[in-house]
């Protein structure tokens, strides 16, 4: 989440009394007067030293609530995270607010890493963000036990189930965490995960008596569109609902690496700026890409799911997706990018019957039974999207869409009936 710099508080002759210094920590480095619904209790209970397991979704300020934390302890907070992008953009914002800030990953050069491994000793950095694989490497455990380490906190911490919607198997190390530090707090985070997942995630990072925080995905700024079309009318919808958009980004959501190249021509030819991103792209040209679209060069991103991950762009009035997603985990992570900045957005779905068929013939192409089992029981709830009836369309919409699922009841009936992604 991007931090507003505000003035260092006012130095105090009396000691700052427990529950006025989360406040003061929270003024003095992020500007907010106040923290967001449920911050400031998985911020006190990280800081006794208590686990926790925190489901939040995008745009909710999960970051804070271990960077917060990691500030008012003289030791070091590890965050371990799978996205460099996401490691790089937050230990930037960190150390631009005054908090001492490093990442190791694959991605960090051999001098800059021997410099950091070196201070990291000394206990120098507040938060300190790791790869999952860097855990993996041999002699990293011992350099960790040599470390100050306050917590551990992990990201998108639904990778570890084999249940999730982005099952990492290099996540799966880290349940030797707890034996490894059984006396270090574990906090994992991620921003969207079924009950079952939840669970999985408790026990394999073998989680004891946790705080749990299960936030609502509710986000009454956004509004859902969905529509079913043929290939035509796709294209005619998409259109219209990139033109619609007068000020702010646009995130295109392509099933294909060739739909994203068909689609970005489809927009040129019309008009419309838009650049691709997808994983055959070279690092060099997707680095390019993602910071034209950042700095608003461009402001139409054409990608696979391939793109978004560890993005932190507030004024995203769209997103769209050309194709039923993985699952209904997937969809609400993707669409949640939009409206980071609590003004309205809106999330458009415009599906086509060939897109069951699509993700059938991509799971059958699994060989791993644990990956496609899961693969497999997403899929009657990614359909069930498109299956509900009954929600009223928004008046503030034009007649064009016709909208069949639209707003709180829409959210609500879909995410928690099919997805579960609220209760306990």
């Not at 008596?209 to 043929?230: E, G, M, T, W």
């Amino acid at each position: 989440m991007m931090a507003t710099l505000a003035p260092p508080a006012a130095e105090q002759n009396s000691p700052v009394r427990e529950p006025e210094r989360f406040s003061a920590a929270l003024h003095r480095y992020w500007g907010y007067e106040s923290f967001r619904p449920g911050q400031e209790s998985i911020v006190k209970s990280i800081a006794a030293g208590r686990d926790a397991c925190v489901v939040m979704p995008t745009g909710g300020g999960k970051s804070l609530c271990y960077q917060l934390p990691a500030v008012l302890d003289a030791t070091t907070a590890v965050v371990i995270s799978p996205l460099i992008a996401l490691m790089q953009d937050q230990v930037a914002q960190l150390l631009q607010m005054g908090i001492s800030a490093a990442c190791l990953n694959a991605a960090t050069p051999s001098e800059e890493r021997n410099h950091i491994l070196h201070h990291a000793s000394t206990g120098k950095y507040q938060l300190l963000y790791l790869s999952p694989e860097r855990i993996a490497l041999g002699g990293t455990v011992d350099w960790l036990k040599r470390l100050p380490i306050s917590f551990f906190a992990i990201d998108e911490a639904h990778c570890i189930s084999e249940w999730g919607h982005e099952f990492r198997p290099e996540y799966r190390q880290l349940s030797r965490l707890r034996e490894l530090f059984p006396d270090r707090p574990i906090a994992a985070f991620t921003a969207s995960a079924t009950r079952r997942v939840r669970h999985d995630i408790i026990e394999q990072l073998r989680l004891r008596d946790p705080h749990k925080h299960i936030a609502s995905f509710r986000r009454p700024n956004l509004r859902y569109i969905v529509r079913q079309c043929d290939s035509r009318t796709q294209n005619e919808l998409l259109l219209r609902a990139v033109r619609q958009v007068s000020d702010g980004s646009v995130i295109v959501y392509a099933p294909t690496i060739a739909r994203v190249g068909d689609t970005v021509d489809l927009l040129e030819e019309n008009g419309i700026a838009a650049i691709g991103y997808h994983g055959q792209m070279e690092s060099a040209a997707r680095r390019e890409n993602q910071e034209k679209w950042m700095a608003d060069e461009v402001r139409v991103m054409v990608g696979t799911m391939a793109f978004g991950l560890g993005i932190n762009k507030a004024a995203v009035r769209a997103v769209i997706h050309l194709s039923l997603p993985k699952s209904v985990e997937q969809y609400y992570q993707e669409a949640g990018r939009a409206g980071r900045d609590a003004l309205p957005a809106d999330c458009f779905l415009f599906w086509q019957k060939k897109d069951t068929g699509l993700h059938a013939f991509f799971i059958g192409k699994i060989e791993d039974p644990a990956e496609k089992k899961p693969r497999l029981a997403a899929l009657p709830r990614s359909r069930a999207l498109c299956a509900i009836q009954g929600v009223p369309p928004a008046p503030r919409l034009p007649p064009l869409w016709r909208v069949s699922q639209v707003g709180a009841l829409w959210q609500l009936r879909c995410l928690r009936r099919h997805a579960r992604l609220a209760g306990n």
